[in-house]
Every structure is written in structure tokens, then in C-alpha cells.
């Protein structure tokens, strides 16, 4: 029979396990004035460790800014990997799409974000680019967590293997296909997990061991359609803590009015337990979660992200 301070040994074994892929560096490739946009008095490597610190979080990245394609790639090739690069979708008269193809041509396996800075300049972008070599795109609107929410999402994609599908941590799976929206939904998603893990740590434990349980924290996993989302759930359905979905996007490659009521209804069905928020701009559809189980959120509503805050909270 295994002591007590065996079981607590192969915890702490457990928790160092979690989170081998860390997001250490990153190459920033956009103008001055647009990292001076998302930076506190234009220190935005001291912007990003006050959002860290605020969050009780002690791992922070460093950032290399580069002001174009150009200098980007010269960077790789004298320093080379980063663990991710943030490109302004149009930085200098350069293309992040392109950037990101570049990148992949010259033989450097990392995740390449888009980040715009205007509803417009998004809009144009995705028309007329090819978007798939980009891993993501996040636009911009005046919340400076928005970088710690690209870091995360990037280390959860590349942790949730070992540490939901192996180690059993908690999963939320994130259904939405609205850049404008899920940039701003993961910021307060992320910032009120770190809050209520650091809350809920006890006191007694040292810094050490609260480093390590800060890692066992529920992984976000963003998807923008019903077949990503119902994958997911399929691999680590038992892992899956809940589902936060918008009501309508793609599902089967069509766009689907009732996508997300299909998905939180098949998962309902199989996991009763499983927490469920709905997202929509149209207030009927809110019988339609409530039959299910889910709570419902209100898009276009000024106090959207206060009540999701509650509602992580509350139900999870």
C-alpha cells in the first residue's frame, strides 16, 4: 500500500508534467505606433508583465519587435525559433498571411497569429487574403489581455494532449466564429480562471506547490465550427468541464443558424454534468438554451462580459 507521502510524491510528479510546452519568446512584427497601441506609455514588454503579475501568474514571455516581414525574417535567421509571432495584419505595407507562408517556406515550424487593429482593417483582410496559413486572427479593442489570451491559447493547443487527454485535467471547450467576439470573450475567460484557481489555493502551500497546481487550471480550447468543437469533445469528452457556444456557425462546411443548439444538446445528452453557456444576438433564442440546461448570454448587450464573468464564476 502506497504511503501518504508516496501518493503526495507522485502527485507533485504529476503537476510538474503538466504544461512542457511554454510560449518563452515571441516575435512581435508590427509598426511602432501599433505596438504602442497595446502598450501602457510604450513599455509593451512591461504591459505584458503587469498583466502576468496581476494574475499571480510567474512565467512571462519576452518579445522581439520587428517592423516588418523584412526584418522578421532576418530575426529567425540569426536567433532562431520563436514560440509564437503576433503580426499586425498589415504592418509596414507587409501581409501576415504572406509573412505566415514565408515563415513556413523557410522551414520554421511555430504558430503565426493575426492581430488587427480596426473592424475594417479585418474586414478587408480576411476578403481578399487566403487566411489558412495563420493559426489564428484577434482584433484588436482596448484590452491589453488580449496578448496573455493569445499566449494561453496557444500553450493550451499544444498542452491539451498530455494534460487533458493523459492527466485528466479540466477542459472548456469555446465554439465561436466571431473574431470580434472571442477576442474579446478569452481575455475575461482566461483572467477569471487564473483569479479563481489563485483563489481557491490554499495557504498553506508554498510557492512552489502553488506553481504547480496554477498549472493544473482548465484548458481553453477555441474552435470556430460544430466538427472542431465535436471532435474535441469526443476526444476528451470525460475531461470536458463545459461548452460555451454562440448559436450560429459552420457545421458540415454551411453555416448553420442552429449549430450550437445541435452541439449543447448532443453533448447534454451524454454529459448531463457538463456546464453549458449560449451565446446569441437574438433574445428568443433563449427558451432554446434554457431546454437544454445552458445559460444564456446576450451578444451586443454593454454588460456581455460582466455577466460572463458571473456566469464562470457561478457555473464553473
Request: proline share 3%; hydrophobic share 40%; charged share 25%.
Given at each position: ?15 510538474h508534467e503538466l504544461m512542457q510546452h511554454r510560449v518563452q ?150 465554439v465561436e466564429d466571431s473574431i470580434r467576439f472571442y477576442s ?116 451586443g448587450s454593454p454588460l456581455l462580459l460582466h455577466q460572463l ?8
Amino acid at each position: 500500500m502506497t504511503s501518504p507521502k508516496g501518493v503526495a510524491r507522485a502527485r507533485l510528479r504529476s503537476f510538474h508534467e503538466l504544461m512542457q510546452h511554454r510560449v518563452q519568446r515571441i516575435l512581435l512584427v508590427s509598426s511602432l505606433y501599433d505596438s504602442f497601441i497595446m502598450s501602457e506609455e510604450g513599455h509593451l514588454q512591461e504591459t505584458l508583465l503587469s498583466q502576468f503579475l496581476a494574475l499571480n501568474l510567474t512565467h512571462f514571455p519576452d518579445i522581439l519587435q520587428a517592423s516588418n516581414s523584412r526584418e522578421a525574417l532576418e530575426a529567425l535567421d540569426e536567433r532562431g525559433s520563436f514560440d509564437l509571432v503576433i503580426a499586425s495584419i498589415s504592418a509596414a505595407g507587409d501581409n501576415a498571411a504572406e509573412l505566415a507562408r514565408d515563415i513556413a517556406d523557410a522551414g520554421h515550424d511555430m504558430p503565426v497569429i493575426g492581430l488587427a487593429f480596426t473592424g475594417r482593417d479585418l474586414r478587408d483582410f480576411t476578403a481578399h487574403n487566403d487566411t489558412s496559413a495563420l493559426d489564428r486572427i484577434f482584433l484588436w479593442q482596448g484590452d491589453v489581455r488580449i496578448l496573455l489570451a493569445m499566449v494561453k491559447h496557444v500553450e493550451d493547443r499544444l498542452n491539451v494532449e498530455n494534460d487533458t487527454g493523459v492527466r485528466g485535467v479540466p477542459a472548456i471547450i469555446v465554439v465561436e466564429d466571431s473574431i470580434r467576439f472571442y477576442s474579446s470573450f478569452l481575455p475575461t475567460i482566461y483572467s477569471e480562471l487564473f483569479s479563481h484557481v489563485h483563489r481557491l489555493l490554499s495557504e498553506d502551500l508554498n510557492l512552489s506547490q502553488k506553481m504547480m497546481r496554477m498549472r493544473a487550471r482548465p484548458k481553453v480550447l477555441l474552435c470556430d465550427n460544430y466538427d472542431d468543437a465535436w471532435e474535441l469533445f469526443e476526444r476528451y469528452q470525460e475531461q470536458v468541464l463545459g461548452v460555451i457556444s454562440d448559436f450560429e456557425y459552420p457545421k458540415g462546411g454551411e453555416l448553420k443558424e442552429r449549430a450550437g443548439l445541435d452541439l449543447c444538446a448532443q453533448i447534454h445528452r451524454i454529459r448531463p454534468d457538463a456546464r453549458l453557456v449560449m451565446q446569441s444576438s437574438s433574445p428568443e433564442n433563449q427558451q432554446l438554451a434554457e431546454e437544454i440546461g445552458a445559460s444564456f448570454l446576450q451578444k451586443g448587450s454593454p454588460l456581455l462580459l460582466h455577466q460572463l464573468q458571473e456566469v464562470l464564476t457561478e457555473r464553473f
